[in-house]
């Protein structure tokens, strides 16, 4: 029997699908683009061509209509991601949306309800779940290295964007309609995905946000406190706003017997520290961050393997963040 082929269309062909997603779903066996959709014409033709995918499109009904796609990628900003993703399962076809897989938590159980009726499933890019970098740490912490866990902490800061000033266009990902909230929204997601990935779904949160720089109207500032299903605590502070000599970039996974010291976006070496000392631990990524699990959806269509982040399991991020900036 001949293996089932997946080929894809693209709602959305912004950054990320230039790098991070896009060329990896040519690069995975049995699977291809074939369709490309944005609003803008010439960005959905020059993307089109330059990537050599056969057809595009400005209207996203339109891809969903094309018999030969069969799966969908949304790449769009989260304000659009439930009515593409319910457009999509409607018509039958796969979900891959980029996270946070929607604006708010209750947009999230919408998507969930429509997967579940319809049977068609809808995944979600949190591919820091299975890069090797965050595999190796998740080795380190169960293998009990450090002993037993008693503690969690999220240190980020950066400076302002240089976008961030321009208040005539403000980036997207700072406009609450359009993101679901500021910086925050977009970048907390992976680091609480991770981290709910390894000590299960936080079970109670509570935080504070402001805005100390008035450069935009959304939080730049965010601190909250969490707790896992063990009893286990947590801490956060994000700041979107601080100098430059404030740039951080960690997760401090604090146990009895020692630590482990990782960042997220950046990638710096793995410091793992115990009575023996501080072991440094270089890990190298793909250069396609999203192909192992692009390439896991892809088997999981095919039938050949089973992937497990779909959007019931990329949900409680949404919940813990929505708690976090008091929309819930």
């Not at 030969?68 to 989260?78: D, G, K, L, R, S």
């Not at 896992?228 to 601080?242: E, I, M, N, Q, V």
């Not at 699990?293 to 929505?322: F, Y």
Request: net charge neutral.
């Amino acid at each position: 029997m001949a293996e089932k082929l997946i080929k894809w269309g693209f709602i959305g062909c912004g950054e990320v699908t230039e790098k991070k997603s896009g060329p990896a779903f040519s690069l995975v066996p049995g699977s291809s683009v074939v369709a490309v959709m944005s609003r803008n014409a010439e960005r959905a033709r020059s993307y089109a061509e330059r990537h050599h995918i056969p057809r595009w499109y400005t209207d996203a009904q339109a891809l969903l209509n094309d018999p030969e796609v069969n799966a969908v990628y949304i790449a769009t900003p989260p304000s659009s991601h439930t009515t593409y993703a319910i457009m999509a399962m409607k018509c039958g076809k796969p979900v891959y949306v980029e996270k946070p897989l929607a604006a708010t938590y209750e947009e999230c159980l919408r998507v969930n309800r429509v997967s579940r009726e319809t049977g068609v499933p809808c995944f979600v890019a949190y591919y820091r779940r299975y890069l090797p970098y965050f595999l190796k740490v998740r080795e380190l912490i169960e293998s009990g290295q450090i002993g037993k866990v008693v503690g969690v902490q999220i240190r980020f800061a950066v400076p302002p964007r240089d976008l961030d000033y321009n208040r005539t266009q403000l980036p997207w990902r700072v406009q609450r309609d359009i993101a679901g909230g500021g910086y925050f929204y977009d970048l907390a997601p992976h680091q609480l995905d991770l981290l709910q990935e390894i000590f299960g779904p936080i079970t109670r949160v509570s935080g504070f946000c402001s805005n100390r720089a008035g450069l935009y109207e959304t939080e730049d500032t965010v601190s909250a406190s969490f707790q896992f299903p063990d009893g286990l605590p947590g801490s956060g502070t994000w700041c979107f706003c601080a100098h430059k000599s404030a740039r951080t970039d960690r997760i401090q996974i604090i146990g009895d017997s020692g630590q482990i010291c990782f960042s997220v976006f950046t990638y710096e070496p793995i410091r793992l520290h115990t009575e023996q000392g501080v072991q440094e631990i270089v890990i190298e990524n793909p250069p396609h961050v999203q192909m192992p699990l692009i390439q896991l959806v892809v088997e999981h269509l095919q039938g050949k393997s089973v992937c497990r982040l779909d959007s019931v399991s990329a949900t409680p991020v949404n919940w813990v963040m929505d708690k976090i900036l008091g929309k819930l």
